[in-house]
């Protein structure tokens, strides 16, 4: 993670941070959200890859941390967005809804008991 590129001011990156994820429209919190990258860059991949010294075949580079490739995300859509593009992210979101939402609404009932515990 310290090989890639970061082109953002820490301002402009703190700034983002305290918008509401973009996905899911949750505030952030007193930590802020997470950042997340938007598009492969297939053109900036190979240096990527030279940076790394690790880079494997089939790895995707998300691009650099800058304005124009970056949105706030809360933890989770962050995590469950891994390295996919967001319309990819949306797509596999719509097929969970569609097709667990037993599963969905039990996992939120076991969420919130975890929330309210916290408090």
Known sequence: MA???FEISNTKACALMREACSFCGSAAGLDGNGLTR???W?????AA???NKK???GKQYMG???????????GRCNLMKGA????GYVESCRHIATFRKDSIKAWIKDDQK?????K
């Not at 297939?42 to 190979?46: F, S, W």
């Not at 650099?64 to 809360?74: D, I, S």
Request: with cysteine; hydrophobic share 25%.
């Open 64 to 74: 650099p941390f800058c304005t124009e490739n970056l949105k706030p995300a809360c």
């Open 55 to 57: 880079g494997k075949e």
């Open 114 to 118: 975890i929330s309210n515990k916290k």
């Open 42 to 46: 297939p053109e900036r991949l190979e």
């Open 49 to 51: 890859r030279k940076l």
């Open 3 to 5: 090989d890639l590129p």
């Open 84 to 87: 996919r593009i967001p319309q």
């Open 38 to 40: 938007l598009r492969i």
